[in-house]
């Protein structure tokens, strides 16, 4: 059924909101600060947070709590990062489900050791577990700067992780006096290892804090809620999600590594990459216990470090990072001292307090580590789309011909619609796009990537939210991954990153979303087409107070 006119009102079948004309304002070109498109200029100060600044932050929803170290950290002497000799042997992390009972032994006895510590011990496994809370619910601020320093949905995602997984990994093996011990990947982007891996159930590799009702399925990348699809079909639709988020959508630095978070209150930016988005958000829901506030362990930034298989999660998130280095011959990131002077500290294996740099943790061979080969089965999942795109497009046309004069409104040129009160996601949303240049060239398109850029997403943080966005979708709602329609999808989980009430109170950052759409849009057959229609879809009803402020397209070098 196609969309009708009403009262001037845009309507849709029940399933789809109504769009009001008056409600659809068209921003001024070059109005691009509100909508946190303007870059802030590299100033060339790099991030690092301010050690004398420790403070509660909001782990958990309203609660404050606190994950500072004792001793304080400003009271240690710091000492720079050291490469690990180069004719040290590469520790191999192997896939969770192909490791052998020996390894399993090793592991959990190591893990075993740290839980025994003394609870003030750097190495103790719960104030390693503090680590993801302080970095991740920002219990420091940054150096000169009130702006809370924090390590998720920026282009600093990948590189604290890795370093992290460094450290612990290296204390781990210390424990047990193995210098060759490996962590081990969860390899939720293969068939074989898509299962929570079991290992993690034994011992002290076990926790309570997770949801038994999901552990035994398949894992779901899309997960909000349960999907009702059979473990076969779940297999199919994570494949086509890690092909679009290791290829199709994550064609450009920004998009796969996240937004470039600049030092300082004006420079906050947030928007993870297409990884971070998804596996990474879904899954840390998908394993922490429903019956906790926010999901803990696995489902909160405050609390996921208490769950071993953060380790295994994170690995694998690191050798997607890993594989997408070497999927474009190792290119630099971003050739920007800023980010590559960006530092965090840690203890190191010899209880040493050590600065390291993001620049330091770009190599893998240089940190001496690689990940085990199992292939790459979604390289070759490239969604196909629902509808065949001519009949989608004879649909979508005459929608767009019954809603002429509602949604073509006067003296519209700018490429963006500004959503306002009904930018609400309690039911899905359809908005007409422009697309400012069509009929691109490949030489175009390899130089920058069509992106499309949901801005203004206002949620509160704490809540669990997560909206898929289609293109051109005839039905959205019955579509998944495996369709080519589907772009992509935000996920919040609870982060509150934010200072207690009173602290600062810092103008507040919304988060955004960036899709590369390129190639997407060739297999829809959209390239000529001077719109697309984009319709946001609300994941079992948690974006019902999530607004967004405007939808547009952008070019990304
Ligand atoms: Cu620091 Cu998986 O989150």
């Not at 009102?9 to 008056?22: I, M, N, P, Q, Y």
């Not at 390899?187 to 074989?192: A, G, K, N, T």
């Not at 034994?202 to 990348?221: K, M, Q, S, W, Y």
């Not at 998804?278 to 930034?301: C, I, L, Q, T, Y």
Request: aromatic letters at 10%.
């Amino acid at each position: 059924m196609v969309v009708g006119l009403l009262d001037g009102a845009f309507v849709g079948r029940k399933s789809r909101s109504t769009l009001l004309f008056h409600d659809i304002q068209v921003a001024i070109a070059g109005s691009g600060a509100e909508d946190g498109s303007t870059e802030i200029k590299n100033r060339g100060i790099p991030l690092k947070a301010n050690l004398s600044s420790c403070h509660p932050s909001y782990p958990s929803g309203d609660q404050i709590g606190s994950c500072c170290p004792t001793p304080a950290w400003s009271e240690l002497e710091i000492i720079d990062f050291q490469f690990p000799d180069p004719s040290s042997p590469i520790r191999i992390r192997r896939a969770a489900h192909l490791v052998d009972e020996e390894y399993k032994a090793k592991y959990e006895k190591a893990v075993a050791i740290m839980k025994e510590l003394p609870l003030d011990h750097p190495h103790n496994f719960w104030r390693q577990a503090d680590l993801h809370c302080i970095y991740c619910t920002s219990a420091f601020d940054q150096v000169n700067s009130t702006a809370p320093f924090k390590t998720h949905h920026s282009w600093l995602f990948f590189p604290w992780h890795r370093a992290l997984l460094y450290f612990h990994e290296r204390i781990l093996g210390k424990l047990i006096g193995d210098d060759n011990f490996a962590l081990t990947f969860w390899s939720w982007d293969h068939p074989d290892g898509m299962h929570f891996p079991t290992m993690f159930t034994e011992g002290a590799l076990n926790n309570t804090e997770r949801d038994a009702i999901r552990l035994p399925t398949v894992v779901d990348f899309n997960y909000n809620e349960d999907r009702g699809l059979t473990d076969g079909e779940l297999v199919l639709d994570n494949l086509a999600l890690m092909y679009h988020h290791m290829v199709s959508g994550a064609k450009k630095a920004e998009l796969f590594m996240g937004c470039k978070l600049r030092s300082g209150v004006d420079g906050d930016c947030d928007g993870g990459g297409t990884i971070e988005e998804s596996p990474h958000n879904p899954v840390h829901g998908w394993v922490g216990d429903r019956n906790n506030p926010v999901k803990e362990d696995m489902g909160a930034f405050h609390s996921a470090g208490r769950d071993p298989v953060l380790y295994a999660h994170h690995s694998n998130i690191d050798r997607m990072w890993a594989t997408w280095q070497k999927m474009r011959n190792n290119e630099l990131e971003f050739d920007d001292d800023e980010w590559l002077n960006s530092e965090f500290t840690f203890f190191d294996e010899n209880l040493q307090f050590v600065r390291i740099r993001v620049r330091d943790v770009l190599n893998m061979s240089k940190l001496r580590i690689d990940y085990q080969d199992i292939g790459l089965p979604w390289l070759d999942t490239r969604p196909q789309p629902s509808v065949h795109p001519e009949i989608a497009r004879s649909i979508l046309k005459k929608r767009h011909d019954h809603n002429e004069g509602i949604l073509r409104m006067p003296g519209e040129t700018a490429e963006a619609h500004k959503l306002q009160r009904n930018g609400r996601l309690d039911k899905s949303i359809t908005i007409r796009v422009q697309r400012p240049r069509i009929n691109r060239t490949q030489e175009e398109k390899h130089k920058e990537e069509e992106v499309l850029f949901i801005y203004g997403i206002d949620t509160k943080r704490s809540d669990f939210v997560k909206f898929d966005v289609f293109i051109n979708a005839v039905e959205e709602t019955v579509l998944v991954p495996q369709s080519r329609e589907f772009a992509g999808t935000f996920t919040n989980i609870d982060n509150s990153c934010t200072n207690p009430k009173g602290r600062v109170e810092k103008k507040k950052v919304k988060p955004h979303l960036k899709l590369g759409i390129s190639e997407l849009l060739e297999d829809l057959q959209a390239e000529g087409d001077d719109n697309i229609w984009v319709t946001l879809v609300s994941r079992g009803g948690t974006a019902i107070n999530t607004t967004v402020e405007g939808i547009r397209i952008m070019y990304m070098k």
